[in-house]
C-alpha cells in the first residue's frame, strides 16, 4: 500500500513540475529590452501572434520548439509567452538547449 502511495505522490510531482515558475528569470515589460544583445522568443500560438506582433521577433509556437530550435541565435533570450505554462515550458526547454533565458513578457498580464 505504501508504494502505490508513493507511485501517486511520484505521479503528481512529474506532472504539477510543469506549473511551478521558473527561478532566475525576471518579468520585462517589452520596452525594457535591449534589443541589440537579447534575441526575442515568441512562444505563443501563431493565431495570437499574429493578431499581436512583436517586432523582432523569432516566432516559434511551444509545440515546435523541439523542431525549430537551432535557428535561435546564441545569444540572450527574452521569452514572450501568453500564459505561465507556455512560459514555464519553454524556458525550461531552452535551458536544457544550452540557451541563455534571462527574461519573459506575459502578454496576457503585467509585470509588478
Not at 51 to 70: G, M, S, W
Request: hydrophobic residues 40%; charged residues 20%.
Amino acid at each position: 500500500m505504501t508504494i502505490f502511495i508513493l507511485i501517486v505522490c511520484i505521479v503528481l510531482v512529474l506532472n504539477l513540475y510543469r506549473y511551478l515558475p521558473v527561478w532566475g528569470v525576471r518579468c520585462l515589460q517589452m520596452l525594457e529590452i535591449d534589443e541589440n544583445s537579447t534575441t526575442i522568443v515568441d512562444v505563443r500560438d501563431y493565431n495570437q501572434s499574429y493578431k499581436d506582433v512583436t517586432q523582432a521577433a523569432i516566432n516559434i509556437p511551444v509545440a515546435y520548439l523541439n523542431r525549430y530550435f537551432h535557428e535561435i541565435p546564441g545569444k540572450q533570450i527574452h521569452v514572450v509567452a501568453a500564459t505561465s505554462l507556455e512560459k514555464n515550458i519553454s524556458i525550461r526547454f531552452l535551458r536544457k538547449k544550452g540557451y541563455a533565458v534571462k527574461s519573459y513578457t506575459l502578454t496576457d498580464c503585467q509585470c509588478n
